[in-house]
């Protein structure tokens, strides 16, 4: 159930003490409360959706082309920011991860030789990184 439907739900005096509780204001309902419109609602509009381009440039889209060029970097550290925050001293997880297996290739194309993670590669013939493209 949605917010909305909940409120929807509620009676004038339900709805009159939860908006007293949630803002410390006395809520005095309307004649005809936007709470029991079913569709939200919307100006007439005269149909007329055309576009209308005026001769004068917006603002940083002028006509010509300029290059990008680099300015002074102006950024001093003052280390105020994330002074509160520090590195916890834990213990290191040790690394355990094997080491890669490389597998003697020939590319059958050119014909070199070259050591590849022997997990990536499939199939029956490898191109060495020259060849490919």
């Known amino acids: 159930m949605s917010m909305n439907d909940f409120v929807q739900t509620l009676s004038d005096e339900q709805r009159a003490a939860l908006l007293k509780a949630l803002t410390g204001d006395d809520f005095k309902p309307e004649v005809e409360s936007r709470w029991q419109h079913e569709e939200p609602i ?34 001093v550290d003052d280390t105020s920011e994330h002074s509160d925050v520090t590195t916890p001293n834990v213990k290191v997880t040790p690394r355990n991860r094997k080491p890669p297996v490389m597998k003697q290739v020939v590319c059958h194309v050119c014909g070199k030789k070259k050591k590849v993670n022997a997990e990536l590669l499939y199939g029956e013939y490898y191109r060495c990184d020259r060849c490919i493209g």
């Open 42 to 75: 919307s100006e007439a509009v005269d149909g007329d959706f055309t576009m209308h381009k005026d001769n004068q440039p917006r603002l940083g889209t002028d006509k010509r082309r300029l290059p990008v060029k680099a300015r002074e970097n102006k950024f």
